[in-house]
């Protein structure tokens, strides 16, 4: 355990590769806000607040940018991290399609229960990082 914090330790002293990387590095710095302002969606909160470590495990490239897997010493969290690196043009039709099967499965289900249904919002893209790439966690790591 201390080898591995000590190997981790080390991973973060060096420059930053990433931009997954970087934000891990703002949040072991305790830029909170800087940290905030890469992510995709303007509207979410930190999933990782505070930082200790962290290690590059893996990294794949997955539609619209790369999906990066680091070991990270948390309060939040103490393990596996997946954090995505996106184009922002990407996440936004992710989220208009993503909201687009939720309208759909809302609408089934007030189908079956004989009510009217409620629609969720379609995202707007000044709800989106207007950076060119943008960090994304996914949620259900959290839960």
Same mark, same amino acid.
């Given at each position: 355990?201390? &080898?591995?914090?000590?190997?981790? #330790?080390? $991973?973060?002293?060096?420059?930053?590769?990433?931009?997954?990387?970087?934000?891990?590095?703002?949040?072991?710095?305790?830029?909170?806000?800087?940290?905030?302002?890469?992510?995709?969606?303007?509207?979410?909160? &930190?999933?990782?607040?505070?930082?200790? $470590?962290?290690q590059l495990t893996s990294?794949?490239?997955?539609?619209?940018?790369?999906?990066?897997?680091?070991?990270?010493?948390?309060?939040?969290?103490?393990?596996?991290?997946?954090?995505?690196?996106?184009?922002?043009? #990407?996440?936004?039709?992710?989220?208009?399609?993503?909201?687009?099967?939720?309208?759909?499965?809302?609408?089934?289900?007030?189908? &079956?229960?004989?009510?009217?249904?409620?629609?969720?919002?379609?995202? /707007?893209?000044?709800?989106?990082?207007?950076? /060119?790439?943008?960090?994304?966690?996914?949620?259900?790591?959290?839960?």
């Amino acid at each position: 355990m201390t &080898l591995l914090l000590a190997v981790a #330790a080390s $991973a973060c002293s060096g420059g930053t590769e990433n931009m997954a990387e970087q934000h891990l590095q703002y949040l072991s710095e305790g830029d909170a806000s800087a940290a905030q302002a890469q992510y995709c969606s303007l509207e979410d909160n &930190l999933r990782l607040i505070t930082v200790h $470590a962290y290690q590059l495990t893996s990294e794949t490239e997955i539609d619209g940018g790369t999906e990066y897997i680091y070991f990270v010493d948390s309060p939040e969290r103490f393990g596996e991290v997946v954090i995505q690196v996106l184009s922002t043009e #990407a996440f936004f039709d992710m989220a208009i399609t993503s909201n687009a099967q939720l309208n759909e499965a809302l609408a089934d289900a007030a189908e &079956l229960l004989g009510e009217e249904a409620s629609i969720a919002p379609a995202p /707007k893209r000044e709800d989106i990082n207007q950076g /060119k790439s943008c960090v994304f966690l996914p949620f259900d790591q959290f839960e």
